[in-house]
């Protein structure tokens, strides 16, 4: 039992904006772990690249053009993942956005599509593969929060409001689903070097220092740091955790004064 504790071969993952950033650095370590991978994003060519470096690494690799605020869309995404590979065991809802604004300047419009991104994606995606995931006896999803689940940042009403939510939303899925055998967890990162909080460190100015200084391993974090927590949660390592929040923030969340 415990040489397979973390096996994943034979699964079969679709990792939701998996084209780059944490998406990739979680889909590489399912990858590493034996899992076949959907990586499912809007750019692709930019799937095109993550996939041939996962199939170097000799995993079982397709891409999906998917938009996660469609329903439509993310319905077609969960049919291709079984088209290609006749199950689907994980997924990870990773898709994200953000748009920087005060409140009071916000548009509804850019509220809405931070809404739909953020919160309704992984909603419909976890919807979409349900269905399979029963069929088969179980599997597992992954969210993504944020360190605006616990606190807050002026520039970022939409943001926050939806890494908040999403805490929740796993909640519900994992005490509607335990029933299913289908486990529900949501990961915390701390402040990763990704293309969302590059454009942010040039946005603000300090911003950089600031959570250097702030973050107890004394680094941004790097996408390759969320391969663990995948494989973890993704495993049966995992089978009896359900409906919890997980920091990965080299200690960003618990450093007081
Ligand atoms: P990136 O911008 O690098 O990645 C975001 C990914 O989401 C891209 O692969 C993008 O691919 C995809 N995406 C965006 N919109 C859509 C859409 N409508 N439909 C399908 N795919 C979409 O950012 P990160 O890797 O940093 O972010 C990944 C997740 O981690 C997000 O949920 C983010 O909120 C969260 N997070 C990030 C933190 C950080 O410090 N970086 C901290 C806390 C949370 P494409 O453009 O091809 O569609």
């Known amino acids: 039992m ?11 993952a679709v990792v939701t904006g998996g084209n780059g950033g944490i998406g990739l650095g979680m889909a590489t370590g399912l990858a590493r772990a034996g899992a076949a991978i959907v990586i499912a994003a809007r750019d692709q060519k930019k799937s095109a690249d993550a996939a ?5 690494l000799g995993a079982r690799v397709a891409t999906v053009e998917v938009d996660v605020q469609d329903q439509d869309s ?22 994200g956005i953000n748009i ?5 300047d916000f548009a509804a419009a850019e509220w809405q599509k931070v809404l739909d991104v953020n919160l309704s994606g992984p909603f419909f995606c976890a919807q979409a593969v349900h269905p399979a995931m029963k069929a088969q006896g179980g599997g597992k999803i992954i969210t993504i929060g944020s360190m605006m689940s616990i606190f807050a940042m002026p520039m970022a009403p939409a943001y926050g409001a939806t890494k908040g939510a999403v805490v929740q939303l796993t909640r519900s899925l994992a005490t509607a689903w335990a029933k299913d055998n289908i486990q529900v967890n949501c990961v915390l990162p701390g402040w990763i070097d990704t293309n969302l909080t590059r454009q942010a460190r040039k946005e603000v100015s300090g911003l950089h220092e600031r959570i250097l200084a702030r973050t107890p391993a004394g680094r941004w974090g790097d996408p ?21 929040a997980i920091p990965v923030d080299g200690g960003y969340s618990v450093l007081g004064g």
Do not use: C, W, Y
């Not at 041939?52 to 170097?56: A, F, N, V």
């Open 52 to 56: 041939e470096g996962l199939q170097k």
């Open 100 to 104: 920087r604004r005060p409140p009071e």
């Open 74 to 95: 993310v319905r077609r995404m969960a049919q291709a993942a079984l088209d290609r590979f006749q199950r689907i065991d994980i997924l990870v809802a990773n898709a």
């Open 2 to 12: 415990t040489s397979s504790l973390f096996d994943l071969a034979g699964r079969v």
């Open 224 to 244: 390759v740091d969320f391969a663990g927590i995948a494989v973890f949660l993704a495993s049966h390592a995992s089978d009896f955790l359900t409906g919890t």
